[in-house]
C-alpha cells in the first residue's frame, strides 16, 4: 500500500471511553494533530451521521461524516446523502418483534436509513429469523445496539463513497475499530488496526491490534500507523 493519507475511525468503544459516550480527549487531540498535518479524519459509525457530524465539526476534523453503519453521509448541517430505505429496516423489525421478547427499539438520535434495537435478545436467532422471512436486511451487533440494515450496506460501503465524493483512495486509508460492524471497513482499506478489547474474529480481520483499549487504544493505533505507515515517520 502506499502511505496512508486518511483515516477512518470509529466513535463507540474506539474514540469513546468507559461505555458511557464519553470522548477520550488524548484521542480527539491525537486526530486534531492529524488533521493539522494536512491528513483526513472521517468518522464511520453506526451512530447516527448527524452525531458524527457535529463531533467533527467542534473536533476540528474532516466535515464529513458516514453513519448509520454506511446507510447515511452527511457533508453539510442539512445535506444527507441517503444510501438505504428505512422502510425495509421496519419490516425486519416488525417480524423480529413478533418471534421474540423483548424487542425494542433504542432510544438514539433520529435514523434515516435503519433501525436500531436494544441487546435484549439473541443476535443470531434473530438474523437466522430475518433469512426465514426472506429479508433482504442484516442484524449486527456493534457492542452499543443491534442494527438493522439493508444487505451490502455497511461501513465498509458507505466510506467507499465517501473517499470517492473526497477524491481520496480506500488503500491510503487507515481504519481503526473495535467490533464486527467494523470488518467490512477493515476489508476496504489498506491498513487496518483493532483495538485490545475487540472479538477474537475482529482481530483476525485486521492487519494490527494494539494493547490499549477504548480511547487509549485510538491514541496507540494512530501511532502505530504513524511510525509504520507514514514515510515522514519511519
Request: net charge neutral.
Amino acid at each position: 500500500m502506499n502511505g496512508v493519507k486518511t483515516f477512518a475511525i470509529d466513535i463507540d468503544g474506539t474514540l469513546t471511553e468507559d461505555g458511557c459516550g464519553r470522548v477520550h480527549l488524548d484521542g480527539l487531540g491525537a486526530m486534531r494533530c492529524l488533521e493539522d498535518m494536512g491528513l483526513r479524519v472521517i468518522y464511520v459509525t453506526g451512530r447516527s451521521s448527524v452525531e458524527a457530524f457535529v463531533l467533527a465539526v467542534f473536533g476540528g476534523t474532516t466535515h464529513l461524516s458516514v453513519g448509520e453503519n454506511g446507510g447515511v453521509i452527511t457533508t453539510a448541517p442539512n445535506n444527507h446523502i441517503l444510501l438505504a430505505r428505512k422502510e425495509n429496516c421496519l419490516k425486519g423489525y416488525e417480524v423480529l418483534r413478533h418471534n421474540f421478547e423483548r424487542v425494542q427499539m433504542k432510544p438514539v438520535f433520529n435514523r434515516l436509513t435503519e433501525v436500531v434495537l436494544a441487546r435484549t435478545f439473541d443476535l443470531r436467532e434473530g438474523a437466522k429469523v430475518l433469512v426465514e422471512n426472506g429479508l433482504d436486511l442484516t442484524l449486527s451487533d456493534s457492542k452499543y445496539a443491534y442494527h438493522i440494515n439493508e444487505k451490502g450496506v455497511d461501513k465498509g460501503s458507505g466510506l467507499l463513497k465517501a473517499l470517492k465524493m473526497l477524491n481520496l483512495n480506500s488503500q491510503e486509508t487507515a481504519a481503526i475499530g473495535d467490533s464486527e460492524t467494523d470488518i467490512p471497513l477493515f476489508e476496504v482499506c489498506g491498513c487496518s488496526v483493532a483495538l485490545s478489547h475487540s472479538d477474537d474474529s475482529v482481530k483476525a480481520k485486521a492487519k494490527h491490534v494494539v494493547r490499549g483499549r477504548a480511547g487509549k487504544g485510538l491514541v496507540d493505533a494512530i501511532n502505530l500507523v504513524m511510525l509504520n505507515h507514514m514515510e515522514a515517520f519511519r
